[in-house]
Nanobody, 124 residues
Framework: QARLAESGGGLVQAGDSLRLSCVAS????????MAWFRQAPGKEREFVAA???????AYADSVQDRFEISRHNTKHTAWLQMDSLKPEDTAVYYC??????????????????WGQGTQVTVSS
């Protein structure tokens, strides 16, 4: 069973930056999309950003121009650079993989593998 491990969360102040990492243990992913979702207390899980194997990216409007997703294919690793953090960015951030995918999906139902999540808390 493939596993995803996130790291890099923490408590920061508004305006600070954080960099999340996600490492996939499964070595047989093929044409996969890596994505980040987040879930705040009492809210549904929402799409944050994703990157395809060819490097195409997509972002939620709320994080556009503040967050950047990147990946290293041979290391099965993805990063989410988060700048100019706001209190409303507070959530548990999850890494996800959709295997055998060439196009980015925005729906969490499309993703096959999930990490345990890492908490990001932004104080005002």
């Amino acid at each position: 069973q493939a596993r995803l491990a996130e790291s890099g969360g923490g408590l920061v102040q508004a305006g600070d930056s954080l960099r999340l990492s996600c490492v996939a243990s499964e070595q047989t992913f093929t044409r996969y999309v890596m994505a980040w979702f987040r879930q705040a207390p009492g809210k549904e899980r929402e799409f944050v950003a994703a990157i395809s194997g060819s490097g195409n990216t997509a972002y939620a409007d709320s994080v556009q121009d503040r967050f950047e997703i990147s990946r290293h294919n041979t290391k099965h690793t993805a990063w989410l650079q988060m700048d100019s953090l706001k209190p409303e960015d507070t959530a548990v951030y999850y890494c996800a993989v959709e295997n055998y995918a060439a196009r980015i999906s925005y729906s969490f139902e499309k993703y096959d593998f999930w990490g345990q999540g890492t908490q990001v808390t932004v104080s005002s």
